[in-house]
C-alpha cells in the first residue's frame, strides 16, 4: 500500500508555477487573482488567507476584497463587473459561501469565464463536457494529478465516484472519462452501495459523510481517493473513509489531512497562471 502524499505533489505544482510565472514576469505578464470575501465567516477566512498565502509563494498578486455582510447581489456584481473589464485581473474568486440575500449562481455567472479560475462558470462546465480548455473546478482537477504523478494508469480502469455535486462528483467524473476510464457515478439513490463500489479499480469518495466507507466497500488492490473534510468530537480531521480500516486493502490511497485538501490550492494557482496564457 503506497501513500498519495498531497502535500508533497501540492508542493511540486507551486514550486513548477513559481519558476513559470517568473518567466511569464520576464516577458511582461503579472498574473494576478481578485479574491472577494462577504462577510467574515471565520471558515472562509481560512481559506481565503490560506489562497493569498499560496498566491504570494507563486508569485502571483493577489488583490483581496473584503465586503461588509449586508453586501447586496447587485453591488457584488457591479464589484465583478469592474474586474472583468481591468486588464490587470486575470482571475476572480467569490469565496463561497454567501449570505442568504445573494443568489450564488447569479454570481457565479456574472464572472467572466475567462477569469473565472474556480471553474464554476456554466460555459467553463459545459467545455469540459465536450472537451473544449477551460477551467476546471480545482479539487477533481487535483485528484488528475494525484493520481498521474503517482503513477497511477486511468485509461481502461473502472471508475467509481461517490457524490455528484456541481463542484466535486460531476466534474470528477467528466474528468475521469476523459481519461478513458469506465466511470459509474453513485449517489444517494444509488441502489447497493458496496456491490458498486466492489466493482471499482479507483474508487473516489466525496459523500461529506465522515468515515462512511469501510472496508467491505473496497475491491482488494484498489485505488482510494478521499475527498470528505471533517472534525471529529475530538477536533481532529477526517475524511469521507475509515482509514484504518480501509488502507491496508488498497494500493493506493490519500490521507486527511495531507491528501486531496493540499491539491484544490495549487490547482487553483494553476488556473491563475492559465489564465494569463490563454
Ligand atoms: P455535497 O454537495 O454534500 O454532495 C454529496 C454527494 O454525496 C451528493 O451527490 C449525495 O447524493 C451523495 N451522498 C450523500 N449521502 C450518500 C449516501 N448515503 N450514499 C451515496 N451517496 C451519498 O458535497 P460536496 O461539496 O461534493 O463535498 C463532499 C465532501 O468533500 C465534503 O466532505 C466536503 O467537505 C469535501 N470537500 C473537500 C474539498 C477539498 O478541497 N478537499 C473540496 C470540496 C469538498 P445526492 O446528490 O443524491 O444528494
Same mark, same amino acid.
Given at each position: 500500500?503506497?501513500?498519495?502524499?498531497?502535500?508533497?505533489?501540492?508542493?511540486?505544482?507551486?514550486?513548477?508555477?513559481?519558476?513559470?510565472?517568473?518567466?511569464?514576469?520576464?516577458?511582461? !505578464?503579472?498574473?494576478?487573482l481578485a479574491v472577494i470575501? =462577504?462577510?467574515?465567516?471565520?471558515?472562509?477566512?481560512?481559506?481565503?488567507?490560506?489562497?493569498?498565502? @499560496?498566491?504570494?509563494?507563486?508569485?502571483?498578486?493577489?488583490l /483581496?476584497y473584503?465586503?461588509?455582510?449586508?453586501?447586496?447581489?447587485?453591488?457584488?456584481? /457591479?464589484?465583478?463587473?469592474?474586474l472583468?473589464?481591468?486588464? %490587470?485581473v486575470?482571475g476572480i474568486l467569490?469565496?463561497?459561501?454567501?449570505?442568504?440575500?445573494?443568489?450564488?449562481?447569479?454570481?457565479?455567472? /456574472?464572472?467572466?469565464?475567462?477569469?473565472?479560475?474556480?471553474?464554476?462558470?456554466?460555459?467553463?462546465?459545459?467545455?469540459?463536457?465536450?472537451?473544449?480548455?477551460?477551467?476546471?473546478?480545482? %479539487?477533481?482537477?487535483?485528484?488528475?494529478?494525484?493520481? !498521474?504523478?503517482?503513477?497511477?494508469?486511468? /485509461?481502461?480502469?473502472?471508475?467509481?465516484?461517490?457524490?455528484?455535486?456541481?463542484?466535486?462528483?460531476?466534474?470528477? @467524473?467528466?474528468? $475521469?472519462?476523459?481519461?478513458?476510464?469506465?466511470?459509474? =457515478? @453513485?449517489?444517494?439513490?444509488?441502489?447497493?452501495?458496496? &456491490?458498486?463500489?466492489?466493482?471499482?479499480?479507483?474508487?473516489?469518495?466525496?459523500?461529506?459523510?465522515? !468515515?462512511?466507507?469501510?472496508?467491505?466497500?473496497?475491491?482488494?488492490?484498489? =485505488?482510494?481517493?478521499?475527498?470528505?473534510?471533517?472534525?471529529?468530537?475530538?477536533? !481532529?480531521?477526517?475524511?469521507?473513509?475509515?482509514?484504518?480500516?480501509?488502507?491496508?486493502? %488498497?494500493?493506493?490511497?490519500?490521507?486527511?489531512?495531507?491528501?486531496?485538501?493540499? $491539491?484544490?490550492? @495549487?490547482?487553483?494557482?494553476?488556473?491563475?497562471?492559465? &489564465?494569463?496564457?490563454?
Amino acid at each position: 500500500m503506497q501513500i498519495i502524499d498531497g502535500k508533497k505533489i501540492s508542493q511540486e505544482i507551486k514550486d513548477e508555477l513559481k519558476e513559470k510565472v517568473e518567466r511569464l514576469k520576464q516577458q511582461g !505578464k503579472e498574473p494576478s487573482l481578485a479574491v472577494i470575501q =462577504v462577510g467574515s465567516d471565520p471558515a472562509s477566512s481560512v481559506y481565503v488567507g490560506n489562497k493569498k498565502k @499560496a498566491c504570494a509563494y507563486c508569485g502571483i498578486r493577489s488583490l /483581496a476584497y473584503e465586503l461588509p455582510e449586508e453586501t447586496t447581489e447587485q453591488e457584488l456584481v /457591479a464589484l465583478i463587473e469592474t474586474l472583468n473589464t481591468d486588464d %490587470t485581473v486575470n482571475g476572480i474568486l467569490v469565496q463561497l459561501p454567501l449570505p442568504k440575500q445573494i443568489n450564488e449562481d447569479k454570481i457565479i455567472r /456574472a464572472i467572466s469565464p475567462q477569469k473565472d479560475v474556480d471553474g464554476f462558470h456554466p460555459e467553463n462546465v459545459g467545455k469540459l463536457v465536450i472537451g473544449e480548455k477551460g477551467f476546471v473546478s480545482c %479539487t477533481p482537477a487535483g485528484i488528475i494529478q494525484l493520481l !498521474k504523478r503517482s503513477g497511477v494508469d486511468i /485509461a481502461g480502469k473502472r471508475c467509481v465516484v461517490i457524490g455528484r455535486s456541481n463542484i466535486v462528483g460531476k466534474p470528477m @467524473a467528466i474528468l $475521469m472519462l476523459r481519461e478513458n476510464a469506465t466511470v459509474t =457515478v @453513485a449517489h444517494s439513490r444509488t441502489q447497493d452501495l458496496k &456491490a458498486v463500489c466492489k466493482e471499482a479499480d479507483i474508487l473516489i469518495v466525496a459523500i461529506g459523510k465522515p !468515515k462512511f466507507i469501510t472496508a467491505d466497500y473496497i475491491k482488494e488492490g484498489a =485505488v482510494v481517493i478521499d475527498v470528505g473534510i471533517h472534525r471529529n468530537e475530538n477536533k !481532529k480531521l477526517c475524511g469521507d473513509i475509515d482509514y484504518e480500516d480501509v488502507a491496508k486493502h %488498497t494500493s493506493f490511497i490519500t490521507p486527511v489531512p495531507g491528501g486531496v485538501g493540499p $491539491m484544490t490550492i @495549487a490547482m487553483l494557482m494553476n488556473n491563475c497562471v492559465e &489564465a494569463v496564457e490563454m
